[in-house]
Protein backbone atom coordinates (compact mmCIF):
# COMPACT_ATOMS: atom_id res chain seq x y z
CA UNK A 1 0.00 0.00 0.00
CA UNK A 2 1.31 3.53 -0.93
CA UNK A 3 -0.10 6.62 0.69
CA UNK A 4 -2.24 7.48 -2.38
CA UNK A 5 -4.06 3.82 -1.45
CA UNK A 6 -4.11 4.59 2.60
CA UNK A 7 -5.54 7.91 1.58
CA UNK A 8 -8.58 6.46 -0.48
CA UNK A 9 -8.67 3.13 1.75
CA UNK A 10 -10.02 5.60 4.98
CA UNK A 11 -11.92 7.85 2.55
CA UNK A 12 -14.30 4.26 1.35
CA UNK A 13 -14.23 3.02 4.96
CA UNK A 14 -15.19 6.72 6.58
CA UNK A 15 -18.23 6.76 3.95
CA UNK A 16 -17.64 10.78 3.73
CA UNK A 17 -16.44 12.96 1.20
CA UNK A 18 -15.94 16.08 3.34
CA UNK A 19 -12.92 14.77 4.82
CA UNK A 20 -10.24 14.92 2.24
CA UNK A 21 -8.12 17.22 3.87
CA UNK A 22 -8.52 16.25 7.48
CA UNK A 23 -7.08 12.55 6.29
CA UNK A 24 -3.55 13.68 6.32
CA UNK A 25 -4.01 14.69 9.73
CA UNK A 26 -5.41 11.38 10.49
CA UNK A 27 -2.64 9.69 8.92
CA UNK A 28 0.06 11.95 10.69
CA UNK A 29 -1.47 11.42 13.91
CA UNK A 30 -1.85 7.57 13.06
CA UNK A 31 2.05 7.96 12.45
CA UNK A 32 2.40 9.54 15.94
CA UNK A 33 0.66 6.50 17.79
CA UNK A 34 2.48 3.88 15.65
CA UNK A 35 5.89 5.68 16.88
CA UNK A 36 4.86 5.55 20.51
CA UNK A 37 3.40 1.74 20.65
CA UNK A 38 5.39 -0.06 17.55
CA UNK A 39 8.22 -1.97 18.45
CA UNK A 40 9.35 -3.66 14.94
CA UNK A 41 12.39 -4.45 12.59
CA UNK A 42 10.79 -1.86 10.30
CA UNK A 43 11.84 1.16 12.96
CA UNK A 44 14.81 -0.57 14.64
CA UNK A 45 17.99 1.40 14.18
CA UNK A 46 22.19 0.55 14.32
CA UNK A 47 23.57 3.62 14.41
CA UNK A 48 27.05 5.24 16.09
CA UNK A 49 27.41 9.14 17.65
CA UNK A 50 30.27 10.37 19.05
CA UNK A 51 30.16 12.57 22.62
CA UNK A 52 31.63 15.76 22.99
CA UNK A 53 32.48 16.00 26.75
CA UNK A 54 30.43 13.14 27.26
CA UNK A 55 27.00 14.11 26.01
CA UNK A 56 25.96 13.23 22.59
CA UNK A 57 22.53 14.13 20.83
CA UNK A 58 19.53 11.51 20.55
CA UNK A 59 18.38 10.65 17.05
CA UNK A 60 15.62 12.96 16.04
CA UNK A 61 13.31 10.97 15.98
CA UNK A 62 14.13 8.60 18.97
CA UNK A 63 11.83 6.83 21.06
CA UNK A 64 12.83 3.93 23.19
CA UNK A 65 16.71 2.66 23.72
CA UNK A 66 17.28 -1.41 23.21
CA UNK A 67 21.15 -1.20 23.55
CA UNK A 68 23.63 1.74 24.11
CA UNK A 69 27.61 -0.02 23.88
CA UNK A 70 30.96 1.10 23.27
CA UNK A 71 33.80 -0.97 21.07
CA UNK A 72 33.09 -4.15 19.60
CA UNK A 73 34.57 -7.82 20.10
CA UNK A 74 36.45 -8.70 23.13
CA UNK A 75 36.16 -4.80 24.05
CA UNK A 76 32.74 -5.05 23.89
CA UNK A 77 31.38 -2.74 26.90
CA UNK A 78 26.81 -2.30 27.20
CA UNK A 79 26.54 1.02 28.84
CA UNK A 80 23.67 0.58 31.94
CA UNK A 81 20.89 3.12 31.36
CA UNK A 82 19.95 4.96 34.10
CA UNK A 83 17.09 7.62 34.70
CA UNK A 84 18.28 11.17 34.52
CA UNK A 85 16.84 11.49 38.37
CA UNK A 86 19.30 8.97 39.41
CA UNK A 87 22.45 10.15 37.41
CA UNK A 88 23.68 11.98 40.51
CA UNK A 89 23.34 9.39 42.87
CA UNK A 90 26.68 7.44 40.67
CA UNK A 91 30.60 9.21 40.94
CA UNK A 92 32.44 9.25 37.95
CA UNK A 93 34.24 6.34 37.82
CA UNK A 94 33.56 2.36 37.54
CA UNK A 95 31.02 1.15 36.06
CA UNK A 96 30.03 2.98 32.79
CA UNK A 97 26.09 4.06 32.96
CA UNK A 98 23.72 6.29 30.74
CA UNK A 99 20.96 8.31 30.88
CA UNK A 100 19.00 10.64 28.87
CA UNK A 101 17.90 14.08 29.20
CA UNK A 102 16.49 16.87 27.00
CA UNK A 103 17.14 14.86 23.84
CA UNK A 104 21.10 13.88 24.59
CA UNK A 105 22.49 11.22 26.47
CA UNK A 106 24.75 11.43 28.78
CA UNK A 107 27.77 9.20 29.81
CA UNK A 108 29.26 8.76 33.10
CA UNK A 109 32.06 8.81 33.67
CA UNK A 110 32.16 11.80 30.81
CA UNK A 111 33.91 9.76 27.69
CA UNK A 112 33.99 11.39 23.66
CA UNK A 113 34.48 7.59 22.65
CA UNK A 114 31.96 6.96 19.84
CA UNK A 115 28.82 5.02 21.38
CA UNK A 116 27.06 2.43 19.46
CA UNK A 117 23.13 2.80 19.70
CA UNK A 118 20.28 0.43 19.00
CA UNK A 119 16.80 2.11 18.85
CA UNK A 120 13.59 2.51 18.09
CA UNK A 121 11.98 5.61 16.05
CA UNK A 122 8.80 6.98 15.25
CA UNK A 123 8.46 6.78 11.51
CA UNK A 124 9.33 8.64 8.70
CA UNK A 125 6.29 10.86 8.15
CA UNK A 126 4.45 10.66 4.80
CA UNK A 127 3.53 14.12 5.36
CA UNK A 128 4.52 15.99 2.13
CA UNK A 129 5.69 13.32 0.37
CA UNK A 130 4.63 12.47 -3.23
CA UNK A 131 1.49 10.65 -3.32
CA UNK A 132 2.68 7.42 -4.08
CA UNK A 133 5.45 7.30 -1.25
CA UNK A 134 5.44 4.33 0.87
CA UNK A 135 7.91 3.66 3.94
CA UNK A 136 8.85 0.47 5.11
CA UNK A 137 5.69 -0.30 8.19
CA UNK A 138 3.35 0.94 5.56
CA UNK A 139 4.03 -1.37 3.21
CA UNK A 140 4.55 -4.27 5.20
CA UNK A 141 2.20 -3.36 8.05
CA UNK A 142 -1.05 -1.31 6.58
CA UNK A 143 -3.64 -2.66 8.92
CA UNK A 144 -1.60 -0.47 11.32
CA UNK A 145 -2.29 2.75 9.44
CA UNK A 146 -5.30 1.81 8.26
CA UNK A 147 -6.44 1.23 11.67
CA UNK A 148 -5.24 3.83 13.62
CA UNK A 149 -6.02 6.25 11.18
CA UNK A 150 -9.84 5.42 10.75
CA UNK A 151 -9.83 5.53 14.71
CA UNK A 152 -8.13 8.74 14.84
CA UNK A 153 -10.73 9.76 12.41
CA UNK A 154 -13.45 8.89 14.61
CA UNK A 155 -12.45 10.44 17.64
CA UNK A 156 -12.14 13.66 15.31
CA UNK A 157 -15.86 13.07 14.83
CA UNK A 158 -16.92 12.71 18.41
CA UNK A 159 -18.20 9.01 17.68
CA UNK A 160 -17.03 6.88 20.41
CA UNK A 161 -18.13 3.36 19.92
CA UNK A 162 -16.69 3.91 16.02
CA UNK A 163 -13.45 5.03 17.75
CA UNK A 164 -13.61 2.06 20.01
CA UNK A 165 -13.85 -0.43 17.74
CA UNK A 166 -11.16 0.91 15.78
CA UNK A 167 -8.56 1.25 18.07
CA UNK A 168 -9.41 -2.00 19.80
CA UNK A 169 -8.61 -3.35 16.22
CA UNK A 170 -5.34 -1.04 16.25
CA UNK A 171 -4.16 -2.84 19.68
CA UNK A 172 -4.54 -6.09 18.45
CA UNK A 173 -2.67 -5.88 15.23
CA UNK A 174 0.20 -4.03 17.02
CA UNK A 175 0.37 -6.57 19.91
CA UNK A 176 0.35 -9.11 17.49
CA UNK A 177 3.15 -7.21 15.03
CA UNK A 178 5.48 -6.36 18.30
CA UNK A 179 5.11 -10.41 19.70
CA UNK A 180 6.17 -11.56 16.16
CA UNK A 181 9.03 -8.91 16.04
CA UNK A 182 9.84 -9.59 19.32
CA UNK A 183 10.99 -13.07 18.26
CA UNK A 184 12.56 -12.49 15.31
CA UNK A 185 15.12 -9.94 16.80
CA UNK A 186 15.89 -11.75 19.92
CA UNK A 187 19.86 -11.39 19.88
CA UNK A 188 21.68 -14.56 20.14
CA UNK A 189 24.49 -13.25 20.96
CA UNK A 190 25.84 -9.59 21.75
CA UNK A 191 27.02 -9.10 18.02
CA UNK A 192 24.58 -11.72 16.33
CA UNK A 193 20.76 -11.36 15.32
CA UNK A 194 18.16 -14.62 14.47
CA UNK A 195 18.28 -13.46 10.60
CA UNK A 196 14.96 -14.76 10.14
CA UNK A 197 14.09 -11.07 11.52
CA UNK A 198 16.97 -9.80 9.13
CA UNK A 199 19.18 -7.72 10.86
CA UNK A 200 17.94 -3.80 11.47
CA UNK A 201 19.03 -1.12 9.70
CA UNK A 202 21.96 1.23 10.05
CA UNK A 203 22.77 4.91 9.00
Do not use: C
Not at 3 to 12: F, G, K, N, S
Not at 14 to 30: G, N, S
Not at 95 to 110: D, R, V
Amino acid sequence: MDYDALQAAIAAYLHRTDLTAEIITFITRAEQRIGRDARLMENRVLDTVTPVSGIAALPTRFVEMRRISTGSGSSLRILKPVGAAAAGEFGTSGEALAYYLSGTIHLIPSSDTDIDIDYYEYPETLLGALGTATRPILDRYENLYLNASIAEAHLFLNDMPAFQTWAALYDAEVTQANSQAAAANTPRSTSGYNMYGGQPRSV
